[in-house]
């Protein structure tokens, strides 16, 4: 299927740009205004001395695989003609920057001869269509409340963060996520470490240079997404040795005076580092940025002890919440109690990057490494529900990310680039620091107005045993841009994801009691009781592989107006089947042993959906007994 697709730009362009790259585009013209021929165009990145050396054919030059950022330095050269150079210039992540020169004769005196650069992008979007750029200078001026990458996609005018990251309306498992061109979703429902989330972030916001947020990207290079793709470019050493030193820090004390925040301390530390430099001038780069938050803050809801004067009081009386968990305790379980519990967020993250240039062989390669890890304790008293759960329900949820990836960058000759991607994360998500007891509840306990009744729950709740999962994400990937004269660009690439998804546990593996009333639990009468369990393929791995291809032919036809022409593919390939389960295929009529077949996804019609999981969990009830 073949999409045409035409982009009109004013006076941006839009011209086969990289992930995480931006392009230079020049014009060489004598004092006459002719196009110049077989001049040699230099381009320098001034700050770490990376280099590109390009032909000027019929008068212009492009320069493809530039990091975004600068400033860059371009000297213009032709025998007979005096040299000219442009300083000062900045590549937009995913852009184009178009400069123009005008050589003068050697030979012959000149009146003064105006050299001129302009910007050559709005709108922050790669290859055209719809999209925002989040450039360095916004991330270190605005304002985020948690430091997060991700806050400033709230900046986009299509993008609603209520319930995740929807795009144009879509499900947030329909994104992507990209760091220097890498995947940062998870396997299990396609989420990221930030936006709100998991109460950690990703990356240290110090070490993004900027990025954008793409809803609608004509270029076929970019695919596997139907809502939005954040597409986020790092910073990088540079020769001079540059760093800064942080620490933010919120509490209860900073916080206007009222009833509930004057008797709920709190509090978020974030100190962290970012340097980079040299380790050999011109060659070789570093860039190190760690940060670590220390935070707690009071669960939501009310608790026994809060001050008489609370906006929500407590549905349930403290006698009734004692003798609960006093007839638990008897039975061996802890059930904690109906006070206020502090939610504790610790996190860290450390990213690493190395930047090499090898002039000899026209390339420059780059080594990154990511870590990060957040624990977030999970619990709440919902208001407006009728279930009072004790401290006992609360856990923690940790989660963490090792990455690590190599790139080649290599400008095989005027008219070639080549990019080759290889990288590997680990993202191991599991529950902690919960007490392995069934879950215990207890309905029709009177409200503490008397006018109703209240659910008091305790015990390990569902999730928290069910929660862990391994993942792991391999990438391999090699772009190709060839440069068929000024106006004229093909791009073709492929891309392989390569994971592995096996579950640590199952919902409900402890068990669940239900008991009519506090009477009923005394005397262990139980009117309901439930388990999950593992009858042997819950926690099978879950392997897979999706390829993707494409090829791509711009044309530009003027400064505002670009033609281009692509075709793309995407298939998801699973090599594990499960197992057939026979109770669900006599009760719901449907095959367990069923499952996608891999076939070819033509975009737009593609999209992520993240795995499906906990599709061979078998759930069954038993009649009740003594508890």
């Not at 609603?160 to 220097?180: K, P, Q």
């Not at 974030?270 to 669960?299: D, K, M, T, W, Y």
């Not at 401290?391 to 690590?404: G, I, M, N, P």
């Not at 998500?429 to 305790?458: C, R």
């Amino acid at each position: 299927m073949l999409i045409l697709l035409i982009c009109l730009v004013a006076p941006y362009g839009s011209f086969a740009q990289g992930v995480t790259t931006g392009a230079l585009r020049g014009t060489v013209e004598d004092a006459n205004g002719n196009a110049l021929d077989a001049a040699v165009a230099r381009t320098v990145n001034t700050l770490n001395g990376f280099a590109v050396t390009t032909s000027v054919r019929t008068g212009m030059f492009v320069v493809q695989g530039l990091p975004p950022g600068g400033p860059y330095s371009v000297l213009v050269t032709k025998i007979g003609y005096a040299p000219q150079r442009i300083q000062g210039l900045f590549i937009p992540l995913g852009g184009e920057l178009k400069v123009g020169f005008k050589l003068g004769a050697i030979s012959t005196e000149l009146d003064t001869v105006r050299i001129s650069a302009r910007d050559g992008t709005t709108g922050g979007s790669i290859a055209g269509g719809v999209g925002t750029t989040i450039s360095d200078s916004l991330l270190q001026r605005l304002p985020s409340l948690n430091r997060d990458l991700y806050d400033f996609v709230r900046l986009v005018p299509q993008v609603s963060t209520r319930f995740g990251m929807s795009g144009a309306g879509a499900n947030f498992r329909y994104n992507s996520y990209l760091i220097d061109g890498l995947s940062d979703r998870q396997l299990q429902g396609n989420n990221v470490m930030g936006a709100g989330t998991t109460g950690g972030k990703t990356i240290s916001i110090d070490a993004v240079k900027e990025y954008q947020v793409l809803l609608s990207p004509y270029a076929a290079r970019f695919g596997d997404f139907t809502g939005l793709l954040v597409n986020a470019a790092t910073k990088s050493g540079t020769n001079d040795l540059r760093g800064s030193v942080y620490a933010y820090g919120r509490n209860a004390t900073l916080a206007r005076t009222d009833a509930f925040v004057g008797s709920s301390p709190y509090h978020r530390e974030q100190i962290g580092i970012a340097v980079g430099g040299p380790i050999i001038r011109n060659r070789l780069h570093f860039f190190f940025a760690p940060e670590v938050q220390r935070s707690s803050a009071p669960s939501a809801g009310p608790y026994i002890g809060q001050d008489s004067s609370a906006s929500i009081p407590v549905p349930v009386s403290e006698a009734n919440v004692s003798q609960f968990a006093s007839l638990l305790g008897a039975r061996g379980i802890a059930a904690g109690d109906g006070g206020r519990v502090e939610s504790q967020n610790p996190a860290t993250t450390i990213f690493g990057r190395i930047d090499m240039a090898v002039p000899e062989w026209n390339s420059r390669l780059v080594f990154l490494g990511n870590y990060s890890k957040v624990d977030v304790t999970r619990f709440s008293r919902s208001i407006g529900t009728s279930t009072f759960p004790l401290s006992s329900t609360a856990w923690k949820l940790r989660t963490s990310k090792k990455s690590s990836a190599m790139q080649i960058f290599t400008q095989i000759n005027s008219s070639l680039l080549n990019e080759f991607h290889l990288a590997y994360m680990d993202r191991p998500i599991g529950g902690m620091d919960y007490n392995p007891a069934p879950s215990v509840l207890v309905e029709n306990v009177p409200s503490a107005d008397g006018t109703g009744t209240v659910t008091l729950s305790a015990g390990t709740p569902g999730p928290a045993g069910g929660i862990g999962s391994e993942q792991a994400l391999g990438e391999i990937a090699d772009h190709v841009v060839l440069q068929l004269g000024s106006n004229h660009t093909i791009s073709t690439g492929f891309h392989v994801e390569l994971f592995r998804y096996r579950g640590s546990g199952v919902r409900g593996m402890f068990g669940q009691w239900t008991f009519p009333t506090l009477a009923a639990l005394a005397d262990g009468n139980a009117s309901r009781y439930s388990v999950t369990r593992d009858f042997g393929s819950a926690r099978s791995a879950v392997r897979g592989y999706q390829p993707s291809a494409y090829v791509s032919d711009e044309w530009r036809v003027n400064d505002r107006i670009t033609v281009t022409f692509g075709l793309r593919g995407d298939a998801l390939n699973l090599l594990d089947a499960p197992a057939y389960n026979p109770a669900v295929d006599s009760i719901f009529h449907r095959k367990t042993s069923d499952y996608p077949v891999a076939r070819i996804q033509w975009p737009p019609a593609s999209h992520s959906t993240g795995l499906p999981i906990r599709s061979r969990t078998h759930a069954f009830a038993e009649e009740p007994e003594s508890l």
